[in-house]
């Protein structure tokens, strides 16, 4: 397998001026890859193939879509164009977050959404984590679980009615979040810049390679066939079928299912551009005493605060801090990827020791401009059969895992329930890749709203 990597995808000048790919943070370079499980023996889909749906694409979204299929009895078929977990669902830094990002409560969603799916999405997100350990239990997947809980610090004391009223409105669905005080939020992040925190203690952490390469396996031993090495090069309706060619293979299917996120290539050129890419870093420190554990989220949650430039991180099984996210220019990142997300962690956990980049990479997201999940018709009919399905939005571990299982009752027929997320039409963003510029230029500004909020709130 090589990096420079999503082999096919070529990142647009945007996004090059955005963060260049770079060979030395490639997906083997990463922690998850260096300690996940092997994941299921596969091979390249070879000569001609038939099927009832299928897949193209092996995240979370793919494998759990393809292993509820599959344990519904429903044909299915993966075509991944590297190996499980290539794209996002392998570098990500393996927060279970039952929410979407900041701003989309409850409330929000039934106005962008409407109130029946605003309804059903926020049940589906919200029950998200209970589901993907719930999985994870089920199928025996090795991947260094822990639903310990997702807290949300606040940085500002201004914020505290935000905590209170978005506690209220998840509260109102049922779901088990708490708002904690200053110092329960002091004490469960081990840093004094934050005034509260919110906590839902279904979220966690694990092992984010390991969990999808252990979605693969659990489809693979449900039914669902899996061809990794098969890059899909074009996809045809021909007939009352889809022609899924790949450079060695061809997948005759009844139905087509896109799951490619930021990476498509090109398939599906108006559904792709309603998302624009982003390039997040990562980082894992060498080992810590682990006597640091008792100062820094004691309780092992997964943190990521609400600054606008968030601050995010977690423990590792071997005592490591696992941190990351955006830099603001392609100049120089491969170095400072390894140095600035730990430094910054280090401001605010003054009792860490130096920390040294042990491990260093970057994946890509993609997003769309409302943060919203996408599912939309390929071809010009209902009829057509075909759909891309993109909701990754920087949040997507559980909302993929639960969109998945919710898209294969929805095509198995086994489910009188509503789509959370409607059927739609592509609507393409012009110029996808300048968002994708924009975020990175943005970022210094974001900067110094973060330190000017911080500075007051001391
Ligand atoms: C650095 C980083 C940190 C993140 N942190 C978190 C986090 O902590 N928690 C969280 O919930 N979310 C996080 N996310 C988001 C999360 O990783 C994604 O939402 C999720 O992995 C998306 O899954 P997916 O299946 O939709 O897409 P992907 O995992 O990106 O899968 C798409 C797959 O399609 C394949 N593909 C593309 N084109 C083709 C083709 N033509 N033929 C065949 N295959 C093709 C790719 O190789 C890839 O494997 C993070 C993302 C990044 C990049």
């Not at 038939?50 to 519904?72: C, K, N, P, Q």
């Not at 106005?111 to 029950?127: F, N, P, S, T, V």
């Not at 100049?331 to 605010?348: K, Q, V």
Request: net charge neutral.
């Amino acid at each position: 397998m090589t990096e420079i990597a999503h082999e096919g995808y070529r990142p647009t000048l945007f996004e090059r001026l955005a963060a260049a790919p770079h060979p030395s943070l490639s997906f083997q370079a990463s922690f998850w890859h260096a300690t996940a499980p092997e994941g299921p023996q596969t091979a390249p889909l070879e000569g001609e193939a038939e099927t009832d749906v299928a897949i193209v694409g092996g995240g979370y979204l793919g494998f759990s879509t393809a292993l509820h299929l599959a344990e519904a009895g429903v044909e299915a078929t993966v075509l991944e164009a590297d190996e499980p977990g290539f794209g996002a669902s392998g570098r990500n830094t393996g927060f279970v977050v039952p929410n979407f990002l900041t701003g989309l409560d409850p409330t929000v969603m039934a106005r962008a959404m409407g109130e029946e799916h605003g309804r059903l999405l926020c049940d589906m997100i919200g029950q998200g984590g209970e589901l993907v350990f719930e999985l994870i239990r089920r199928h025996g997947i090795d991947c260094e679980a822990r639903q310990s809980g997702w807290l949300q610090p606040v940085h500002t004391p201004e914020k505290l009615a935000w905590l209170e009223d978005r506690v209220a409105q998840w509260r109102a669905l049922g779901r088990p979040v708490q708002a904690l005080s200053r110092d329960e939020a002091v004490y469960e992040t081990g840093s004094d810049v934050y005034h509260g925190a919110f906590l839902d203690p279904t979220g966690g952490h694990l092992n984010p390679l390991a969990y999808c390469r252990g979605l693969a396996a659990a489809a693979v031993k449900a039914g669902a066939t899996v061809h990794t090495g098969s890059r899909v090069r074009s996809v045809e309706r021909q007939g009352d079928r889809w022609r899924v060619a790949t450079d060695r293979g061809v997948l005759i299917a009844r139905r087509l299912l896109l799951t490619t996120n930021a990476t498509g290539g090109g398939l599906a050129p108006k559904a792709e551009a309603t998302q624009f890419p982003i390039t997040l870093f990562q980082v894992a420190s060498q080992p810590l005493d682990p006597a640091l554990r008792d100062s820094v989220l004691p309780n092992d949650r997964a943190a990521a605060d609400t600054r606008k430039e968030l601050v995010a991180y977690r423990w590792t099984w071997d005592n490591r801090i696992v941190t990351g996210g955006l830099l603001a220019s392609p100049f120089g990142s491969a170095e400072r990827a390894r140095t600035y997300h730990l430094d910054r962690l280090r401001e605010m956990l003054p009792q860490l020791p130096p920390l040294a980049p042990a491990y260093a990479w970057q994946g890509r997201l993609a997003a769309a401009r409302d943060f919203l999940p996408r599912l939309m018709t390929l071809g010009d009919r209902e009829s057509d059969q075909g759909w891309s399905a993109i909701a990754c939005n920087g949040r997507g571990m559980a909302m993929t895992t639960a969109l998945g299982r919710r898209i294969a009752l929805w095509l198995s027929g086994g489910s009188n329930e509503k789509l959370p997320v409607p059927i739609t039409r592509p609507d393409p963003v012009a110029v996808p890749s300048l968002a994708s510029v924009a975020f990175s230029v943005w970022l210094p500004w974001n900067r110094r709203i973060d330190r000017a909020e911080l500075g007051r709130a001391k």
